[in-house]
């Protein structure tokens, strides 16, 4: 089976960091794009950034490039959303999301973790 799980959210002030934290098991992930996502309260889901599994090739919406960095590593099958200099507006739900390299939609999802900045 298998399971994304975020974790690393919280209540941070503006300017602040946070690293989020998204597990993977249940197969293997090597031909992946692993990908965030976020959702606030009234809008809809929006992109953040994705990573290419076996290249680490890394692609960001434009809100957030230059503040957040996606990794992952291998070693711990783990895919990491450092983000910096975080703003309120950048308060929401954020989703762990996987998909194959030949799709174009999303399989995988984690439950989400919540992100809340304050100004």
């Known amino acids: 089976q298998v399971q994304l799980v975020e974790s690393g959210g919280g209540l941070v002030q503006a300017g602040d960091s946070l690293r989020l934290s998204c597990a993977l098991s249940g197969r293997t992930f090597s031909t992946y794009v692993m990908g965030w996502f976020r959702q606030a309260p009234g809008k809809e889901r929006e992109f953040v950034a994705s990573?290419?599994?076996?290249?680490?090739?890394?692609y960001y919406a434009n809100s957030v490039k230059g503040r957040f960095t996606i990794s992952r590593d291998s070693a711990k099958n783990t895919v990491y959303l450092q983000m910096n200099s975080l703003k309120p507006e950048d308060t929401a739900v954020y989703y762990c999301a996987g998909r194959s390299r030949t799709s174009a939609n999303y399989d995988y999802w984690g439950q989400g973790t919540q992100v809340t900045v304050s100004s």
């Open positions: 990573v290419v599994w076996s290249s680490s090739s890394p």
